[in-house]
């Protein structure tokens, strides 16, 4: 079996009071319309995309060990399926 992952990244407009709100609107809105076209798409919080980039600095030793990053914060709802 192949897996095939892809990640999107999600620029918001700076110097809006509201960007934070708006992109996360967005991102939603965007894994929404993916799983009508049944994709299956999430929203990575903090820690998940601190794990994606681990995976992607150090692939060699990313499928043994999993680090942990004390002090990251999450936002809530991180996920939505």
């Known amino acids: 079996a192949v897996e095939r992952r892809y990640y999107m990244l999600l620029a918001g407009e700076a110097g809006r009071k509201d960007a934070e709100a708006a992109l996360r609107e967005r991102a939603v809105e965007l894994v929404q319309a993916l ?25 060699a030793t990313a499928a043994f060990e999993r680090p942990e990053f004390p002090g990251v914060t999450t936002f809530a709802g991180g996920e939505t399926a």
């Open 35 to 59: 799983a009508r076209a049944e994709v299956e798409a999430r929203l990575l919080d903090d820690a998940a995309l601190l794990q994606m980039l681990h995976v992607w600095s150090h692939p």
